[in-house]
């Protein structure tokens, strides 16, 4: 094989193009790049929250009212469940009314009772004064006949047994005037009207009052649903069962009173006021997102009110960050059902912009 030529080996490898320089500033902007998004990103962000805060610690509440009976006695007609809804006014349960229908007639022969004795009173012969007059025509007699006896023992005819048996019987006539008139005094006074009750005889007051509380009572047989609203916790509320007075049977959870009550940490209530508008969301419904204003701010944090509430006075005391509960009223109405106890979370716009 023939050798090369030298002179053309020179000149190809002069025409051969050199390798370009890659300069660095390219990597350089591409690092720089990423971490300038990201803080923009970050500003663009912490702008978005500026104004306002947010706590997922929030849940619904609705005002409960238990309602119990105010007598005694065995239910014999239940007319709602869990669940029912009613008016207020709407008839609960009833309660057995017939051993208070027997104190309504026992109060109505008490009454009789006590009329009768009034009438009574009126037409004795206490009262009439019939019984002083006969007492004072004795002592008359019983004065004459003293005189005479008198008279006649001046004169010597008569004897001094005499004399003092006259004068025994006019005392003894005497003291029954005075029986008499004390007799007719106490029936006026048992016929009397106290301040209290003007025009009515104490008896019959008395026993007119004892039926207008079995009246009451036989009223309060009927329990109503004070409010509106949904019943709920009626496991007690069957028939045959006996209602202790007083003793809750069901709970009425009241229309038209939901609210959210939010528990903010304490470094959020620095711009927070009464009044500033607010934004809720529901675990139960992601869709959902009604309006509500801020209406209180609690007086204290949770655990001031805690049935415990935290010593901190040991050496191994560590600052928590307290949460204060805040009050959040619901505007308009809700297109579903609000249960009470329901997660949420809670925006309040602390720079007056209002729920976007």
Known sequence: MAEADPAITRDSASETPASPVRKPWGRWALMLAVPLALAIGALIYWQSLAGEVS??????????????????????????????????GDLLFRIDPEPLRLQIAEADAAIASAQANVIALSNSADLTGTDISAAQKDVGFAAARFERVRALREKGFSTKADYEAAEQALAQAREAVRQAEDRQREARARLATGAAVPGVNPQVAAAQAQRASAELALRRTEVRSPAAGRIAQAERLQLGQQVVPNLPVLTLVRSGSTYVEANFKETDLADMAIGQRAEVRFDAYPDLVLKGRVVSIGAGTGAEFAVLPAQNATGNWVKVTQRVPVRIAMEGTSPRQLIAGLSSEVTVFTDNRGAR
Not at 59 to 77: F, L, P
């Open 55 to 88: 706590t997922d610690n929030a849940y619904i509440k609705q005002d409960m009212v238990a309602v119990s009976a105010e007598v005694g006695g065995r239910i014999v007609e239940v007319l709602v469940a869990d669940g029912s809804q009613v008016a207020a």
